[in-house]
């Protein structure tokens, strides 16, 4: 069974309370759009305000697009601001 590890950052880290997990890629589909809904589900109001707007890096490549495909690895990051 193949695993995807998924670090999460900032506001993710705080709606997942914690940094890392690894899930098994067949839980989390094969998608950005299905990691982002099965993180909503799990994590609940915080993780879909977070992921509204915030992006997702995989391995390296920031992925905005739900068909795009996962990975090994995913970085969860919230919107950003400053200047």
Do not use: H, I, K, W
């Given at each position: 069974?193949?695993?995807?590890?998924?670090?999460?950052?900032?506001?993710?880290?705080?709606?997942?309370?914690?940094?890392?997990?690894?899930?098994?890629?067949?839980?989390?589909?094969?998608?950005?759009?299905?990691?982002?809904?099965?993180?909503?589900?799990?994590?609940?109001?915080?993780?879909?305000?977070?992921?509204?707007?915030?992006?997702?890096?995989?391995?390296?490549v920031?992925?905005?697009?739900?068909?795009?495909?996962?990975?090994?690895?995913v970085?969860v990051?919230?919107?950003?601001?400053?200047?």
């Amino acid at each position: 069974m193949e695993s995807l590890t998924v670090r999460y950052f900032a506001a993710a880290a705080d709606a997942t309370g914690v940094e890392e997990e690894t899930l098994a890629l067949d839980a989390v589909g094969s998608t950005v759009g299905e990691l982002r809904d099965l993180l909503v589900d799990r994590y609940g109001a915080a993780m879909a305000r977070v992921v509204a707007n915030g992006s997702f890096l995989v391995d390296g490549v920031v992925q905005r697009d739900a068909s795009a495909p996962l990975g090994s690895s995913v970085d969860v990051l919230p919107p950003f601001s400053g200047g």
